[in-house]
Nanobody, 115 residues
């Protein structure tokens, strides 16, 4: 069993930056594939970024070049560094941990980009 707790969301002006954290409890964090998703009001949840056990990373097209996902297995934490934020990045951001047969979600953290 894994519990995930996100933090770092908030209100930021366009062009600003935020760093989200997702802290995991439980064992064997390093075996999980980790994902960041977001869901804006009235829209479907979308995948933002992912990082594998081997630290291979992928990004959705809208965030490429602006967002960076990273993981620290010693701290059982995955991060999402978000730069050059735009109003369309406004959403609830959630992290997801997966390994074969199991998927765990955090409660989400609100990111609002507005002047």
């Amino acid at each position: 069993q894994v519990q995930l707790v996100e933090s770092g969301g908030g209100l930021v002006q366009p062009g600003g930056s935020l760093r989200l954290s997702c802290a995991a409890s439980g064992s064997f964090f390093s075996i999980y594939f980790m994902y960041w998703y977001r869901q804006a009001p009235g829209k479907q949840r979308e995948l933002v970024a992912s990082v594998t056990r081997e630290f291979s990373k992928n990004y959705a097209d809208p965030v490429k070049g602006r967002f960076t996902i990273s993981r620290d297995n010693a701290q059982n934490t995955v991060y999402l560094q978000m730069n050059s934020l735009k109003p369309e990045d406004t959403a609830v951001y959630s992290c997801n941990a997966r390994e074969i047969g199991n998927s765990y979600w955090g409660q989400g953290t609100q990111v609002t980009v507005s002047s």
